[in-house]
């Protein structure tokens, strides 16, 4: 099993069996969880999904997914499609317990690197990106980036000045300026 894969089994595995939406007690800390981020998701110039409920945990970043691809609209979208569906099926095996080897996602390894894929906020702005791209249980995650001094501390800060408060708006805004577009490596 390729070492990316192996790291992010376990951030897998708690979003395939949902313990992430059983958060732990916060009551008398003060702290009250951020309301979770809207963004579509795209590989090179064209849209893949809506992604709903958008939130980090422990520098993973989780979210819901509405596909806007659809098969037989050409090859990259028929290639998006196959993995995506590879990836449902895969973690479905998981959690009935039947036979699987992460060594079958090398064929996707184009597809897969989080270098192809951008998530952007209505704001303009990107969700920072790292490792693989992962779906199943109709939910994504991926990776945030190495960061000091630490990843998940940039992941929470990212969310914070991001999500939208009463208003509607961002907690923080970032002068206006969207981010620039991450160059991305796949066709388009």
């Known amino acids: 099993m390729a070492p990316s894969l192996r790291d ?3 951030a897998w595995d708690y979003f395939v069996r949902g313990k992430h939406r059983g958060h732990q007690s916060t009551e008398g800390t003060g702290w009250v969880e951020p309301p979770s981020l809207l963004a579509e998701l795209w590989f090179g110039g064209l849209l893949v999904a809506d992604l709903h409920q958008l939130f980090p945990h422990q520098g993973t970043w989780f979210a819901e997914y509405v596909l806007k691809i659809a098969a037989n609209r050409g090859p990259q ?9 590879f990836c ?14 992460f060594d079958e996602f090398e064929r996707f ?14 704001s303009g702005r990107f969700v920072p990106m790292e490792g693989n791209m992962w779906f199943a249980d109709g939910g994504t995650t991926w ?6 001094p630490s990843t998940e501390a940039a992941a929470y800060e990212f969310w914070l000045e991001n999500a939208p408060n009463k208003s509607g708006q961002a907690e923080q805004d970032s002068g206006g300026q969207p981010a620039t577009r991450p160059e991305s490596k796949c066709p388009s």
Do not use: M
């Open 8 to 10: 992010l089994k376990f």
């Open 143 to 148: 990776q945030h980036p190495e960061t000091k």
């Open 77 to 85: 979208e028929d290639q998006l499609l196959a993995y995506i569906s």
């Open 88 to 101: 449902e099926e895969f973690y479905r095996k998981i959690g009935e317990g039947r036979d699987h080897d």
């Open 109 to 122: 390894t184009p597809v897969q690197n989080c270098e192809s894929w951008v998530a952007k906020l209505p």
